[in-house]
């Protein structure tokens, strides 16, 4: 059951420079834990708000953690660091996107309304900041089951192939 989400006001957050620093149990994003191996751990966050001199609304995200992923070669317990830097650009969500955002790769741009849930954007970026195929630096495909060679999945069909009677 994910907790109560921190609704802010999204201009109001950045016009009021404020500033939010926590840490929230991975079990508690809902979507994360399901992408996980282990859901046991925490994720800090720190999120600032400003406005810059032409008036543009702004939020700083840093995130930091740990998460346990499956390795997708030896099939074993993977912990992933964390560390997400990113930045906003913050646009009313009825507004139209400006140019300079889609060039942009050092911002993006966030398209709000008149509340922004920001533990939802949290775990979008920890969604995100996470690996296509985890894998070890180094390990190794898991074994046959009695630790000797490897058969081929398709030696069984081998046997079921031949007709009776012929050897």
């Given at each position: 059951?994910?907790?109560?989400?921190?609704?802010?006001?999204?201009?109001?957050?950045?016009?009021e420079n404020r500033e939010i620093s926590e840490s929230r149990p991975v079990d508690s994003?809902?979507?994360?834990?399901?992408?996980?191996?282990?859901?046991?751990?925490?994720?800090?966050?720190?999120?600032?708000?400003?406005?810059?001199?032409?008036?543009?609304?702004?939020?700083?995200?840093?995130?930091?953690?740990?998460?346990?992923?499956?390795?997708?070669?030896?099939?074993?317990?993977?912990?992933?660091?964390?560390?997400?830097?990113?930045?906003?650009?913050?646009?009313?969500?009825?507004?139209?996107?400006?140019?300079?955002?889609?060039?942009?790769?050092?911002?993006?741009?966030?398209?709000?309304?008149?509340?922004?849930?920001?533990?939802?954007?949290?775990?979008?970026?920890?969604?995100?900041?996470?690996?296509?195929?985890?894998?070890?630096?180094?390990?190794?495909?898991?074994?046959?089951?009695?630790?000797?060679?490897?058969?081929?999945?398709?030696?069984?069909l081998a046997i079921l192939r031949k007709p009776e009677g012929r050897g």
């Amino acid at each position: 059951m994910s907790p109560p989400g921190l609704l802010v006001d999204p201009f109001a957050f950045a016009r009021e420079n404020r500033e939010i620093s926590e840490s929230r149990p991975v079990d508690s994003f809902d979507r994360l834990a399901d992408a996980v191996l282990e859901t046991d751990g925490t994720l800090s966050f720190t999120v600032r708000g400003w406005r810059d001199a032409d008036g543009k609304s702004w939020l700083q995200l840093e995130l930091t953690g740990a998460l346990v992923l499956r390795c997708q070669r030896c099939l074993e317990a993977l912990t992933w660091p964390v560390a997400v830097s990113s930045l906003f650009l913050l646009v009313r969500e009825d507004a139209e996107l400006p140019d300079e955002g889609l060039e942009e790769d050092a911002w993006d741009t966030l398209p709000v309304g008149k509340r922004l849930d920001l533990l939802q954007v949290i775990e979008d970026e920890a969604l995100l900041a996470l690996p296509f195929a985890p894998r070890h630096d180094e390990c190794s495909a898991p074994s046959g089951a009695d630790g000797g060679e490897d058969t081929s999945p398709f030696a069984g069909l081998a046997i079921l192939r031949k007709p009776e009677g012929r050897g």
